[in-house]
């Protein structure tokens, strides 16, 4: 019995500290090529703030799936250590209810429940408080 108890305190504890593993950033695909040049009377018009505003979510959210995948995704992917995992409402709506600010502060400082751990940053100390802010909109969102 105690066997079994140090192995699964091992698996855990490896797998915590995989949750800061981070790869290197990919290099940045060349721009193709344009096949015909654009005429040159062709115009953009202006940006409008909506149209800016609209541009910047899909950014946001582009950021908070990048940082679930290479950092949150260790335990929130298979629920190591307690984490909820992603899209599971009844894991997440407890959570949920204790508010966004309540969230990022355990998100970006670290928290420790009867339900498990989640370390600060999710292990990954490079990421700016946005970035874990992000992560967190990410999963709240296939939460609800």
Known sequence: MTLARTLIATVALAALAACGRQ??????????E??????????TAPATPAATEVAAAPAANDTGKAT?????????????????????????GPRIAQGQDTLYKHAIEGFTGSQG???????GASLSD???KAAVDHMVAAGK
Do not use: N, Q, R
């Open 117 to 123: 751990m989640m370390p600060a940053k999710g292990g």
């Open 23 to 32: 790869e290197p950033p990919a290099a940045p695909a060349a721009a193709p």
């Open 34 to 43: 344009a096949s015909t040049p654009a005429p040159a009377a062709a115009t």
């Open 68 to 92: 679930y995948g290479k950092v949150c995704v260790m335990c929130h992917g298979a629920g190591i250590g307690g984490a909820p995992k992603i899209g599971d409402k009844a894991a997440w």
């Open 130 to 132: 946005d970035d874990v």
